[in-house]
T-cell receptor, first 109, second 118 residues
């Protein structure tokens, strides 16, 4: 079966660092995406990993371990505007995106 | 680039009516479009995959006669919710993937359509 797990909610303080974990079990793997979604809006692309390791892009980094079925999204120097849902999605061999439950992050001043 | 639009952004209708939602790729040709629905505080659930010029492929549990999908051109796909009922109220989001081998098979998402059925 297909299963993608993320924590439901997280809180953090402005300026801090937060790590959002994602574990997956899917039939086929063609890369893992992280999206940010504000309430009532469409998801926006943050990162993509297909090989093991860390991808860094500004304040956001994403890590992948295919052997462990594990990824994380790291957000540094948190800002209030980073309060949103963060969606982990695995691209299956059929090129379909399978989304995790999403993690709602609240950043407090 | 890679902009996807949806219309309407919000629709309220009476139970029993049909509602059509349009998804357009504005600056690229999309061979494949995907339709998702999202319930409040939940993640996106893939409903169907739409390929230009062919029948849509529906995910398990999605009624194809209820949710009609037409991908008539490389820039337009439509989702029609037929005989809508209150339980069909949801946030419907489309995404599109380009003809060329774009960034990592990336899907570009539309802004979503909020459907409320009274």
């Amino acid at each position: 079966g297909q299963n993608i797990d993320q924590p439901t909610e997280m809180t953090a303080t402005e300026g801090a660092i937060v790590q959002i974990n994602c574990t997956y079990q899917t039939s086929g793997f063609n890369g893992l995406f992280w999206y940010q979604q504000h309430a009532g809006e469409a998801p926006t692309f943050l990162s993509y990993n297909v090989l093991d390791g860390l991808e860094e892009k500004g304040r956001f980094s994403s890590f992948l371990s295919r052997s462990k079925g594990y990824s994380y999204l790291l957000l540094k120097e948190l800002q209030m505007k980073d309060s949103a849902s963060y969606l982990c999605a695995v691209c299956s061999l059929a090129d379909k995106l399978i989304f995790g439950t999403g993690t709602r992050l609240q950043v407090f001043p | 680039g890679a902009v996807v639009s949806q219309h309407p952004s919000r629709v309220i209708c009476k139970s029993g009516t049909s509602v059509k939602i349009e998804c357009r790729s504005l600056d690229f040709q999309a061979t494949t479009m995907f339709w998702y629905r999202q319930f409040p505080k939940k993640s996106l659930m893939l409903m169907a995959t739409s390929n230009e010029g062919s029948k849509a492929t529906y995910e398990q549990g999605v009624e194809k006669d209820k949710f009609l999908i037409n991908h008539a051109s490389l820039t337009l796909s439509t989702l029609t919710v037929t005989s809508a009922h209150p339980e069909d109220s949801s946030f419907y989001i489309c995404s599109a993937r380009g003809v060329e081998d774009r960034l990592y098979n990336e899907q570009f998402f539309g802004p979503g359509t909020r459907l409320t059925v009274l």
